[in-house]
């Protein structure tokens, strides 16, 4: 009997595996296509790595980018987010709601999804990895302090952090602070220094010494 409990013990470990369904499923997918000569792994990376770092987030950072130099524009994005962002043809899924958050002096804003990965892809691509890991999911609402500074983003004490927990139906976008020294800037400089990190509120916008 007590054997028969130590592979009933085992099989629970078995599931408990780094993989979900669907990354499995994937992977065994990528494995098959590999093998038949159909696809080459190193042509996904380099797709999955453009959708990551350069397609995705740039929408977003064009939007950030209009909502500083148009203060019109930016009201709207308060207002109607879903509307405002449509506006610049970065539509989503039908059902998918925008909620812009306006970052301060006094409060930042910090987007998580407790319960899964839920993310704004319209105008940020792919979620990176740790979006969606566990430990930031968790300790985001527990520990965002914490968390941030793990990011190397450390805040006054005094400025106050909101953490908005995303759902299928309403996703957050993170307007990041202009930085200083950015007045003659164009609208495109602007969007080169606006990160995905600091629109999901793990990161702040670059200084303006980056263009330079
Ligand atoms: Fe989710």
Redesign the pocket.
């Known amino acids: 009997m007590s054997e028969h409990h130590h592979d009933h013990h085992d099989h629970d470990h078995h599931h408990d595996n780094h993989f979900t369904d669907m990354e499995a499923r994937v992977k065994a997918l990528e494995t098959v296509l590999t093998e038949k000569g159909l696809i080459d792994p190193a042509a996904i990376d380099a797709i999955v790595e453009t959708y990551e770092t350069k397609i995705g987030p740039r929408n977003g950072a064009r939007v950030v980018a209009k909502a500083w130099v148009d203060p019109d524009f930016a009201e709207w994005l308060k207002r109607d987010a879903t509307e405002a962002i449509a506006s610049l043809s970065y539509t989503g899924r039908q059902g998918e709601h925008m909620r812009a958050v306006f970052n301060t002096p006094d409060t930042h804003n910090l987007v998580v ?1 407790t ?5 704004p892809w319209s105008v940020l691509g792919l979620p990176p990895v740790w979006y969606k890991a566990p430990p930031y999911r968790s300790r985001a609402v527990i520990d965002p302090r914490g968390v941030l500074s793990e990011f190397g983003l450390a805040l006054p004490e005094t400025t106050r952090i909101r953490v908005w927990d ?3 139906e309403l996703r957050y976008l993170v307007i990041p602070e202009r930085p200083a020294g950015t007045d003659g800037f164009s609208e495109e400089e602007l969007a080169e220094l606006v990160t995905r990190d600091s629109m999901i509120g793990t990161g702040i916008a670059l200084s303006a010494e980056a263009l330079r």
């Open positions: 999804c319960l899964c990965s839920c993310y995303s759902t299928a």
